[in-house]
């Protein structure tokens, strides 16, 4: 969504993260500004009052009907974001609790005795993707030597081989997984 919507307008994601500009107006009679009305605006005004209206486009086009009965009392992109973030990831407690799991999961992963090398990657990356939406980016290096490490041991001499002709500073996962496979 975040790639999205920067490619549309950069400017969008900013009214999303910060809220809607308000165009204000500064009385003389009185030290502090206030709203303006709809018929005092400028041009410019409108044209940045206008991106709230694009964002809230772009994010009710790019939800679901579940999705969208959650936001529709909201009035900003900022709130239809939260709500959404809200609902998606949860409260900081609930992103902590599914944080704690996935790094339980992570750890403790092993490849099974009947797994083919492909669902063991599958697997593995929806960890590493999970743990990656919620802020955890795990080095390259260390995907790599995580894989090598968890094979069961009939794949011990190909663990072996690909660690001494690989440099596994630069090995990706991608190129890993296509040597397991052959």
Request: overall charge negative; aromatic content about 6%; glycine content about 4%.
């Amino acid at each position: 969504m975040h790639d999205f919507i920067m490619a549309e307008d950069s400017e969008l994601w900013d009214v999303i993260g910060d809220g809607p500009y308000v165009p204000t107006k500064v009385l003389e009679e009185l030290p502090f500004s206030m709203p303006k009305t709809r018929k005092e605006y400028s041009d410019a005004d409108r044209k940045v009052v206008e991106k709230n209206f694009h964002a809230k486009k772009i994010l009710v086009c790019g939800i679901g009907p579940d999705e969208y009965n959650r936001i529709t009392a909201c009035d900003t992109a900022k709130e239809i974001r939260e709500a959404l973030q809200t609902a998606r990831e949860g409260t900081t407690q609930v992103k902590q609790s599914k944080f704690d799991m996935l790094t339980i999961e992570y750890e403790l992963f092993r490849m099974k005795d009947d797994e083919s090398i492909q669902d063991m990657h599958t697997r593995f990356t929806s960890i590493i993707n999970e743990l990656h939406s919620l802020g955890e980016t795990i080095p390259r290096n260390k995907l790599v030597r995580k894989i090598l490490s968890i094979l069961p041991s009939p794949w011990e001499s190909k663990v072996n081989v690909i660690t001494e002709a690989k440099d596994l500073q630069e090995l990706t996962i991608d190129e890993l997984i296509g040597n397991l496979k052959t």
